[in-house]
């Protein structure tokens, strides 16, 4: 018969064991631990552990990436948490999935299970991987991965949107994971968004609006003229004098706080002088620009434009 200290001691060393990995255990860690089998269904039959699958238990308290630590347990030691859920587990945020991706090298043995999608890849070399922790890819590759694995093209763009914005990568390092993938039919999207999403690439977002403009049957906009502002000059991206409007196209680096409160400011100078301004994100330009276009043509309209032969509605 085990002694109540003995069974204190073995939970406490559980909990121990289980805490880094927000309270989930392998059985086999639970076995090299020094528990017996019988053991290990006592606890799971007082109720004191959770039978998460056929090789995770809840040990301890459950964490916000518990499902994570699961996953990789069931699927195998080959796994490793890829794609959306990796970034998710180094902070993502205002994005969710149903499901949890893991990623195993092609030829690999590994185990199905609910709720988890697996991906055999080639691409997935040994030091894709961090070296700590959970078992994961790095955050630049699996953002490249999550973008190859989204359900759209939409949803691809907004990933790599949301990863640089939210400064889990920067695009420099985007575009070199990026150039790891030979032969998929989202490279080109992927490689033209981190454009997008790279400073200095605004110019980029201008020769874009310039384009669709033209589609839309809009008269094409001057680019980057010159304002006197309190603190200096400014120059805006796209402007009809005539109309007295104004777009700004706003890349990646326009999110932080230093540049938002810049382009606050100086679109509150531009209203002050009479000129309604449109901000048009650039990476609209890959998910879908149509709502903007149809804005621009309703500012021109209030600006005095007839637009006889436009798109605009």
């Known amino acids: 018969m085990t002694t109540p200290r003995a069974r204190t001691l073995r939970r406490s060393r559980v909990l121990s064991l289980a805490a880094p990995q927000e309270g ?5 860690q639970l076995y090299q631990a020094g528990l017996t089998r019988s053991e290990v269904r006592a606890e799971l039959a007082a109720g004191r552990w959770v039978r998460l699958g056929q090789q995770s238990i809840q040990v301890g308290p459950a964490g916000t990436h518990s499902k994570l630590w699961q996953a990789v347990f069931e699927v195998g030691t080959a796994a490793a948490v890829d794609g959306v859920s ?20 092609k030829s690999a043995r590994y185990r199905r299970t609910k709720g988890v999608r697996i991906h055999e890849t080639r691409r997935r070399q040994p030091n ?11 955050p630049h590759i699996a953002a ?14 907004t990933i790599l949107a949301m990863v640089v914005q939210q400064r889990i990568v920067t695009a420099e390092d985007l575009w070199l994971a990026a150039h790891t993938v030979k032969r998929h039919v989202r490279r080109s999207l992927i490689r033209r968004t981190i454009g997008d999403l790279a400073d200095g690439a605004q110019s980029l977002g201008e020769l874009d609006f310039a384009a669709m403009c033209r589609k839309w049957g809009y008269p094409p906009p001057d680019r980057q003229t010159v304002r006197v502002m309190p603190n200096g000059r400014a120059y805006l991206d796209a402007e009809w004098d005539e109309y007295d ?7 990646a680096q326009h999110f932080g706080p230093d540049a938002a409160y810049a382009d606050l400011f100086r679109q509150n100078e531009v209203t002050l002088g009479d000129s309604r301004v449109l901000r048009v994100p650039v990476i609209a330009f890959r998910i879908g620009p149509d709502p903007f276009m149809a804005q621009a043509g309703r500012l021109l309209r209030r600006g005095g434009w007839e637009g006889l032969h436009s798109r605009a509605p």
């Open 144 to 157: 490249i991965r999550a973008a190859l694995w989204a359900r759209s093209d939409r949803q691809a763009v």
């Open 24 to 28: 989930v255990a392998h059985r086999r």
């Open 86 to 105: 990796a970034l998710i587990a180094v902070g993502l945020s205002g994005f969710s999935e149903d499901v949890v991706h893991v990623s195993v090298p």
């Open 128 to 138: 894709d991987l961090a070296a700590v922790g959970l078992p994961r890819v790095l």
């Open 245 to 251: 409007a104004v777009v700004e196209i706003d890349g």
